[in-house]
């Protein structure tokens, strides 16, 4: 579907692909749906990241761009002539870590089974004090409050970078939840509107390395058995502001929800300039 905007005023899509977040289906999504006018951008550097002034930059160095999605992109949204939709979603911190696990030591290295348990896994992770995928890994990313850089702000365990990202979160149109997919997407549909009224959000399911029907509270459960008592509580630990961030976050997607099924949209599932 070629998308179009009618008005001269420039809307942008920018999707935080943030890791093991159903990002590549929303990557597909937007593909699909804006073609040549869609693009990702990431640094070569691993690790790096893009400040909300450096994807201004990029984004105005090519107009024909319409959404755009990175791995790398923090908070504030890009500014300037640009009428940004954000797109965030959130995932449950501890079943997230199942999926990073199948995806660092399974699919990336393009093996049939795991080079190691999961146990070994999380416990590989936390050596690495400072630095982990698997520890408040979603409120790190989301915590930037630095317009035109990106330097580590704070402790990763700091919680001021929970108030920031809770922040970012009250900000956005709308917040997706991995958890609730399908529903997320109905969401983002109307949180696109304004902007992209010829957008047709479509689901997709890219790059799901595991699916279960089991609730959130027994899959944490089964998680709980699989690693110990012992590693899951210092999962916890490890993830206290993530698990705070998500809860927040579910909140105000159940409010937003909320309002949509029972046709009264409001202000929150509406599209706002976040700049």
């Known amino acids: 579907m070629n998308v ?23 990557e597909r999504l937007l593909r699909d749906s804006f073609g040549d006018a869609w693009s990702s951008w990431d640094r070569e550097e691993p690790g790096a990241r893009i400040c909300g002034q450096d994807m201004q930059r990029w984004l105005e160095e090519r107009p024909g761009i319409r959404a755009v999605s990175s791995h790398q992109v923090v908070p504030p949204v890009p500014r300037g002539n640009l009428s940004v939709t954000p797109i965030v979603f959130l995932r449950e911190p501890l079943l997230r870590v199942k999926s990073a696990w199948l995806f660092e030591w399974q699919k990336q290295l393009g093996l049939e089974t795991p080079k190691g348990s999961l146990v070994e896994y999380i416990e590989s992770k936390f050596v690495h004090q400072n630095s982990s995928v698997i520890a408040n890994f979603q409120a790190s990313r989301l ?38 997919f399908s529903d997320s997407l109905e969401l983002m549909q109307v949180a696109c509107r304004p902007g992209f009224p010829d957008f047709i959000v479509k689901e997709h ?36 502001l993530d698990l705070q961030l998500y809860a927040y976050a579910r ?19 509406s599209l706002s300039s976040a700049a």
């Open 4 to 26: 179009t905007n009618a008005t001269s005023h420039r809307h942008v899509l920018v999707h935080y692909h943030l890791f093991k977040n159903a990002g590549t289906s929303i």
């Open 143 to 180: 915590g930037n409050i630095h317009y035109d850089a990106t330097r580590p702000r704070l402790h990763r365990y700091n919680e001021e970078l929970l108030s920031a990202a809770c922040e970012f979160v009250d900000s956005l149109p709308f917040v997706g939840l991995v958890e609730r």
């Open 205 to 240: 399911r890219e790059n799901v390395l595991e699916s279960s029907a089991d609730s959130v509270e027994v899959r944490l459960e089964k998680l709980r058995v699989d690693i110990g008592n012992e590693l899951f509580d210092e999962l916890c630990v490890r993830n206290r």
């Open 251 to 269: 909140g105000r997607f159940g409010h937003q929800y909320e309002s949509l099924r029972a046709g009264d949209v409001g202000q929150d599932a």
